[in-house]
Structures are given as structure tokens and as C-alpha cells.
């Protein structure tokens, strides 16, 4: 792995949300690009994982900049559900990204399995990839989660995605309900910085 530490990084997503909280998690020291400045749409995810697609994208807009790249693929899997929606979670928003769709959609289908579901604490986790990588073809790949249960109404209106469904798990606020900064020194993103921050 590169002993030098990394100086300036581009942040592979087109997700404002993603780039929002990655950026929070660097060091305000670091020299940070972002599709805001080079305007490059976003790879066909074709993994089956969250690695393979945080790799992808990493590896693609690495190529793309010619920079070290740092790249997420994070999403919810809720146990009822057999680990539903996971690395297709943001499909389950549809084309343009609705996330009021796609959490209708999960009450739909737990609903489906279970009638009575709200009456009873739902397990779900969010878990993060974070991939940084180098133009020189090297890369690291690191795990991140947090585990909580599936909240019976949408609350809250900050954060992004799932968020305002997802209370983890000691809380009783739900990620949307939560100050910003509260989410991001606990959250799935945050766990998995933690094992790569020793490059910054």
C-alpha cells in the first residue's frame, strides 16, 4: 500500500447526499473533487455486492480523473425481508431517485410477510463500502455497519435515502431525526472510515 498520505482525493459519487457525508468524514486539510467540478456520469453498477460496486465505481472514476479516488456502496438490509433491498437499494427508489417510493415499497413488502409487523422491532443494519483507489492500480476496500431495527413511520427529515425509517439500535431517534453530525460520528460510512482513515 502507498506509505504517503493521500492530499487530495476525488469523491466518486453523483449522489449529493453521499458526497455531503463523505466530505464531512475528510480531514479539512485535504484538497477534495467532486463531480460538482468534472461533471462524469455515474458506471452501470453490475455487482452482486456492496465491495464489487464500491470498487467499480472507485476504479471508474479514478480512470476517468486520473486521481485517488474514494468511492462508497452502502445500503439497508432488513432481516424479514431476507436482507432485501441491500446492494439494490437505491434501485428500489426507481430512475429518478424517489426515496419516498422506495420506502413505501419496503412497507409494502414487509406488510406481505407479516401483517402485524408494527407492533414488533424489525432488525435491519446499513452497511457501507468505502474503496479508495490509486491510478496506479492499487486499492483498499473496508466494511462498515451499524445494526438497528426498521422504524413503523417515517420520521425526520434530515439525512438522505432510508435514513428517516432506520432508528439503530440503542436509539430511539430515527437517522432522519437525528442532528447531521450526531448520524455521521456513528453511522455505517463513518464505521467504515474509521478503518482507512490512517491513509489521510
Not at 47 to 67: I, P, R, V, W
Amino acid at each position: 500500500m502507498p506509505k504517503k498520505k493521500i492530499k487530495e482525493i476525488f469523491i466518486g459519487s453523483n449522489n449529493k447526499g453521499k458526497l455531503k457525508e463523505i466530505a464531512n468524514l475528510l480531514p479539512k486539510s485535504l484538497r477534495i473533487y467532486s463531480n460538482l467540478n468534472f461533471k462524469i456520469p455515474s458506471p452501470k453498477e453490475t455487482g452482486t455486492t456492496f465491495k464489487q460496486n464500491s470498487l467499480l465505481k472507485a476504479k471508474y472514476f479514478s480512470e476517468k480523473t486520473n486521481k485517488i479516488c474514494m468511492s462508497d456502496d452502502s445500503g439497508i438490509e432488513i432481516d424479514i425481508l431476507d436482507k432485501a433491498p441491500g446492494v439494490y437499494s437505491a434501485d428500489w427508489s426507481g430512475k429518478k431517485r424517489n426515496f419516498n417510493l422506495a420506502i413505501k415499497k419496503v412497507y409494502k413488502e414487509i406488510s406481505k410477510k407479516d401483517k402485524n409487523w408494527k407492533k414488533k422491532k424489525l432488525s435491519a443494519r446499513f452497511i457501507c463500502v468505502l474503496t479508495i483507489f490509486w491510478p496506479n492500480g492499487k486499492f483498499i476496500s473496508k466494511v462498515g455497519k451499524i445494526e438497528g431495527r426498521i422504524s413503523n413511520l417515517k420520521r425526520g427529515r434530515n439525512g438522505f435515502g432510508y435514513d428517516p425509517i432506520f432508528i439503530p439500535k440503542g436509539k430511539r431517534l430515527t437517522f432522519g431525526e437525528m442532528d447531521p453530525h450526531k448520524k455521521y460520528s456513528m453511522d455505517h460510512r463513518f464505521n467504515a472510515f474509521k478503518k482507512i482513515k490512517k491513509f489521510f
